[in-house]
């Protein structure tokens, strides 16, 4: 027999808070009524639901296979309650951003700046992640948009792209290539080179510039950010290939920006659901997003 939505409810509730207790607060119902909702679950459902351990319910092992199905219905659930809130009012609501610590450290909060002028009553949540999980957070719908950067090796989202730049070598000002104006990957197979795992777009992107220079990369240093590249350059340690995104504030005391060549792109991209529409304060944001990469390619020659 199948569970009713209500009854879904119900192990949804229990399962997060481990009680009777807990989850009729949570409903707002009785705790008889939800121990009495809690055996018709089990009974429809034809197997035991939970177990006591320790003062607590916990999920059988049947329910524990059921929860992420769980939590991505009432994720859905809660994402359309928004939607419906946004079509009521455009000056309140949320808008939730995944996106990249370059792009959440750069992009982003220059987007926002823009976007309270007019909208200051919406709230934005904003999670700082990997790239990969940045992708997945959109195609799950954990996310109105995601800010990430190409390539991708796949992705199951719209791409919306905002600005492109080219990767760029930065060195301590003190490095003997520091008075160089462009380098090689030449130039840099006998210095420690600071870069990206291949898994990572920058790092496909500067091992592909290698093989186009017929030259064997050997990373000395391996990141996964721009920032921390940057500050092991700082220091001495090697030259680092990065985005220049990090470099749009000012980051470069001490050090020296070289262009790379042959040229690689790379590209900032806003995701969005293939399968649900964005709401408004999210259309209104992706919009800020729209004239502040325009800014940047204008004042920073992105």
Same mark, same amino acid.
């Given at each position: ?15 997060? =808070?481990? =009680?009777? &207790? ?24 034809g197997f035991a639901l939970f177990v006591r351990r320790q003062g607590r319910l916990q999920p059988t092992t049947e329910t524990a296979g059921l929860? /992420? ?9 809660? !994402?359309? #309650? ?7 009012? &455009? ?6 951003? +995944? ?6 450290? #750069? ?26 999980? $940045?992708? #997945?957070?959109?195609? !799950? ?7 990430? %950067? ?10 919306? @792209? %905002?600005?492109?730049? @080219? ?13 160089? /104006? &462009?380098? &090689? ?9 600071? =870069?990206? !795992? ?7 992107? $500067?091992?592909? +510039? ?13 990141? #996964? ?23 749009? @504030?000012?980051?470069?005391r001490n050090l020296v920006r070289l262009r790379l060549r042959p040229r690689a792109e790379v590209t900032a991209q806003a995701l969005v659901s293939k399968h649900t529409a964005l709401s408004r304060p999210?259309? *209104?944001?992706?919009?800020? *997003? !729209? ?10 020659? *992105?």
């Open positions: 027999m199948s569970l009713t939505f209500r009854q879904l409810q119900i192990v949804h509730a229990v399962s997060r =808070s481990g =009680s009777v &207790t807990g989850a009729a607060q949570a409903l707002g119902v009785s705790q008889p009524a939800v121990s009495k909702m809690l055996k018709d679950c089990a009974h429809s459902a929860l /992420g199905e769980l939590e991505r219905v009432f994720n859905g659930v809660e !994402r359309i #309650n928004r939607v419906i809130d946004d079509m009521r009012v &455009t000056t309140v609501g949320t808008v939730q951003i +995944a996106a990249t610590p370059t792009l959440a450290d #750069n992009l982003l909060p220059r987007a926002i700046a823009l976007f309270q002028q007019t909208r200051p009553n919406i709230r934005i949540t904003i999670s700082a992640m990997d790239n990969f999980s $940045v992708v #997945n957070a959109v195609a !799950r719908e954990h996310a109105d948009i995601g800010l990430a %950067l190409s390539p991708f090796t796949h992705v199951d989202a719209r791409q919306i @792209e %905002l600005c492109a730049a @080219e990767l760029v070598c930065v060195v301590h000002r003190d490095s003997p290539l520091a008075t160089r /104006g &462009t380098v &090689t990957p030449q130039d840099l197979a006998d210095h420690p080179l600071i =870069s990206f !795992r291949k898994t990572l777009p920058l790092g496909l992107l $500067v091992e592909e +510039a290698f093989k186009k220079a017929g030259v064997s990369q050997r990373i000395a240093l391996e990141v #996964n950010q721009s920032s921390v590249a940057c500050a092991l350059a700082r220091a001495g340690c090697g030259v680092a290939i990065i985005d220049p995104f990090w470099l749009i @504030e000012n980051r470069e999210a259309r *209104l944001f992706l919009t800020a *997003l !729209r004239r502040t990469a325009d800014t940047l390619k204008r004042d920073h020659g *992105l």
